[in-house]
Nanobody, 129 residues
């Protein structure tokens, strides 16, 4: 398995979770990683991405101010810290690698699914009281 998301669970509104995306070293060293989510009956949404070479990041509107993406290069893990969670954040969250190497995360286009070609298994996040 080259990409594996974990860290989901049940949390109350206003709570926090930290998701992890464990990548192979080859992927972590050469490709941007993005987080996406999909709720039942809804379209997939881009959340955030981080570049491999300069750690540039981009957040879609749903994530700005509440979520933080980061990477631990030594462990080949990309994290998504999610704070002030809301019921509408309930979804399956998964990570993906960019199609091209050294992909620069900048702008909404960098969180479109077409920019990514390998998707890991997701982790379920449920926000409910």
């Amino acid at each position: 398995v080259q990409l594996q998301a974990s860290g989901g669970g049940l949390v109350q509104p206003g709570g926090s979770l930290r998701l992890s995306c464990a990548a192979s070293r080859f992927i972590a060293d050469n490709y941007a990683i993005a987080w996406f989510r999909q709720a039942p009956g809804k379209e997939r949404e881009g959340v955030s991405c981080i570049s491999n070479n300069d750690d540039s990041t981009f957040y879609t509107d749903l994530a700005k101010g509440r979520f933080t993406i980061s990477r631990d290069k030594g462990k080949n893990i990309v994290y998504l810290q999610m704070n002030d969670l809301k019921p509408e954040d309930t979804a399956n969250y998964y990570c993906a690698k960019s199609t091209y190497t050294n992909y620069y995360c900048s702008g909404y286009g960098s969180t479109l699914g077409g920019e990514y070609d390998y998707w890991g298994q997701g982790t379920q996040v449920t926000v409910s009281s």
